[in-house]
């Protein structure tokens, strides 16, 4: 089964060697994502990752390559002026055997490969509160070395990606329409969704009147696209650079407190599992300030913990409003999954909301006085 899928794409990209197995890695909710193992003619296994674009979602899979081989080029510039080897530290794409770095099949797929960084893991939850640190300092990082790429330079591959406030508009457009009738059962969901409306405008005002510069942001630092090294403990890679456009550094650094600071999974089901770790948050915080703090403002380190309440609302925004459109662009694997994600975001959301004060309180403290 699973070879039959793969089987097409994986004769047209210049692998090294023969094709050994694969199986699926299940971890995202959008493209569909194998790891491949090759055996080469030294006898060497060689791992490969192969993905199919969800062209649902991303639109223009060509403009998608086309940004993310611009930022790993501008990265690989910046490791290599401090003399780094980047043979682990960026993606490096397989090319097709006609030399491009997609491969159409004809039909609506289109498919990429990467070498497979060997010896680091991509941690689901956190077990050692200092792996979080690295993360911080992983996506800190990454969004130091893009400071100075040229924002107008990227394709806006999914638009208004984190314009929480156009995708409020669009929760009560799925709403009026109810396309599935799932409306009548989700008032309490709603409601607190409505009570919210008037901070999921915060981040996109602040940009509009000049109070939050924009940057070249990642859009989705979940810890598991950050590869943390085996032996080291060290972050190594960004990965996953799918939706690298322009942004707010609120919503790099809110979206992996999000994910990594919350005590459960984003879909746990037992809501009194779910609040927020603070010795975790304060751990990110501080390896994500230590790596950017110059680079950054005063007023945007202030603000970060604004981006983890936007982006945990944001998230539960858009759970709620696909299970209302009927499921059409998370992967799911019950019917009522994005509506167990929605209410488990909504949770975080208001443990966030009850330590606001104390997150301010220690960002504050970070600023350089
Ligand atoms: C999607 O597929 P994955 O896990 O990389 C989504 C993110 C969400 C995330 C929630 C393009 O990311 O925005 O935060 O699910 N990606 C897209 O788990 O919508
Ligand atoms: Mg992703």
């Given amino acids: 089964?699973?070879?039959?899928?793969?089987?097409?794409?994986?004769?047209?990209?210049?692998?090294?060697?023969k094709y050994v197995c694969g199986e699926e890695l299940r971890s995202g909710n959008i493209n569909s994502t194998y790891r491949l193992e090759f055996i080469t003619p030294d006898?060497?296994?060689?791992?490969?990752?192969?993905?199919?674009?969800?062209?649902?979602?991303?639109?223009?899979?060509?403009?998608?390559?086309?940004?993310?081989?611009?930022?790993?080029?501008?990265?690989?510039?910046?490791?290599?002026?401090?003399?780094?080897?980047?043979?682990?530290?960026l993606l490096h794409f397989v090319s097709t055997k006609s030399g491009a770095y997609l491969y159409h099949d004809g039909a609506d797929s289109f498919w990429r490969a990467y070498v497979f960084v060997d010896g680091v893991t991509a941690y689901n939850s956190i077990e050692d509160p200092k792996l979080f640190y690295e993360a911080g300092r992983g996506f800190g990082e990454f969004q130091k070395n893009l400071f100075d790429f040229p924002a107008e330079a990227l394709h806006e591959t999914i638009t208004d990606f984190h314009n929480t406030k156009r995708?409020?508009?669009?929760?009560?457009?799925a709403i009026a329409e109810d396309r599935v009738g799932r409306v009548a059962e989700l008032e309490s969901e709603i409601d607190f969704l409505f009570d919210r409306r008037k901070m999921m405008s915060e981040i996109v005002d602040k940009i509009d009147s000049g109070?939050?510069?924009?940057?070249?942001?990642?859009?989705?630092?979940?810890?598991?696209?950050?590869?943390?090294?085996?032996?080291t403990g060290k972050a190594?890679?960004?990965?996953?650079?799918?939706?690298?456009?322009?942004?707010?550094?609120?919503?790099?650094?809110?979206?992996?407190?999000?994910?990594?600071?919350?005590?459960?999974?984003?879909?746990?089901?037992?809501?009194?599992?779910?609040?927020?770790?603070?010795?975790?948050?304060?751990?990110?915080?501080?390896?994500?300030?230590?790596?950017?703090?110059?680079?950054?403002?005063?007023?945007?380190?202030?603000?970060?913990?604004?981006?983890?309440?936007?982006?945990t609302c944001e998230l539960a925004l858009r759970f709620l409003t696909d299970y209302i459109n009927g499921d059409e662009y998370f992967k799911i694997n019950s019917p009522d999954h994005n509506l167990i994600r929605a209410r488990a975001q909504m949770k975080l959301l208001t443990e966030i909301e009850a330590k606001y004060d104390e997150m301010v309180e220690y960002v504050d403290s970070l600023i350089k006085k």
Avoid: W
């Avoid at 062209?55 to 390559?65: L, R």
């Avoid at 940057?215 to 943390?228: A, C, E, P, Y």
């Avoid at 190594?236 to 600071?261: E, H, K, N, Q, W």
């Fill in 1 to 17: 089964m699973l070879y039959n899928d793969i089987k097409q794409p994986i004769r047209q990209f210049c692998f090294e060697g």
């Fill in 211 to 231: 109070i939050l510069p924009v940057r070249v942001t990642h859009n989705d630092t979940k810890l598991n696209n950050v590869l943390i090294d085996d032996a």
């Fill in 167 to 173: 995708r409020f508009y669009a929760f009560v457009a």
């Fill in 236 to 311: 190594v890679c960004v990965i996953d650079l799918d939706t690298v456009m322009p942004g707010s550094s609120l919503y790099d650094y809110g979206d992996a407190i999000r994910f990594g600071a919350s005590t459960a999974a984003e879909d746990e089901k037992d809501l009194s599992k779910i609040t927020i770790n603070m010795e975790l948050f304060k751990l990110f915080t501080k390896g994500f300030v230590e790596e950017i703090a110059n680079a950054l403002t005063d007023e945007e380190i202030h603000y970060l913990p604004l981006g983890a309440k936007v982006m």
């Fill in 43 to 89: 006898g060497s296994r060689k791992n490969y990752i192969l993905q199919r674009i969800n062209t649902v979602v991303f639109k223009d899979p060509y403009a998608v390559m086309e940004n993310i081989t611009n930022v790993i080029s501008h990265i690989d510039r910046k490791l290599t002026e401090k003399g780094e080897d980047t043979s682990r530290r």
